[in-house]
Nanobody
Framework: QVQLVESGGGLVQPGGSLRLSCAAS????????MGWYRQAPGKERELVAT??????????NYADSVKGRFTISRDNAKNTMYLQMNSLKPEDTAVYYC????????????????WGQGTQVTVSS
């Protein structure tokens, strides 16, 4: 029943910006970790950024290739995650996937992994 839906991909010129969104829906108690991955043709899927819930704050981490250019954020009220991508480069071209690790019910120890369908980002002049 849990679903992740990405949006915001498209074609942009080098140096431009895009903002990706990932909306989580379904019977979710909490989302511990969300992240963005990307995969280009002929390449392995790679981690772009993650955002992890703590007691009262988020922690984030980024791949070295996107540090200083991409920003991951999260809106718990909307169960939505964002990836703001600035100063885009042709090498950023890939399908971007949303990932979430979720708890479905209170007091349940088991967590579940979910993936979105992907959204295409193309950076080209």
């Amino acid at each position: 029943q849990v679903q992740l839906v990405e949006s915001g991909g498209g074609l942009v010129q080098p140096g431009g910006s895009l903002r990706l969104s990932c909306a989580a829906s379904g019977s979710i108690f909490s989302i511990n970790t969300m992240g963005w991955y990307r995969q280009a043709p002929g390449k392995e899927r790679e981690l772009v950024a993650t955002i992890i819930s703590g007691f009262s704050s988020f922690s984030t981490n980024y791949a070295d290739s996107v540090k200083g250019r991409f920003t991951i954020s999260r809106d718990n009220a909307k169960n939505t995650m964002y990836l703001q991508m600035n100063s885009l480069k042709p090498e950023d071209t890939a399908v971007y996937y949303c990932y979430a690790n979720v708890i479905l019910r209170p007091m349940e120890a088991r967590r579940y992994d979910y993936w979105g369908q992907g959204t295409q980002v193309t950076v080209s002049s």
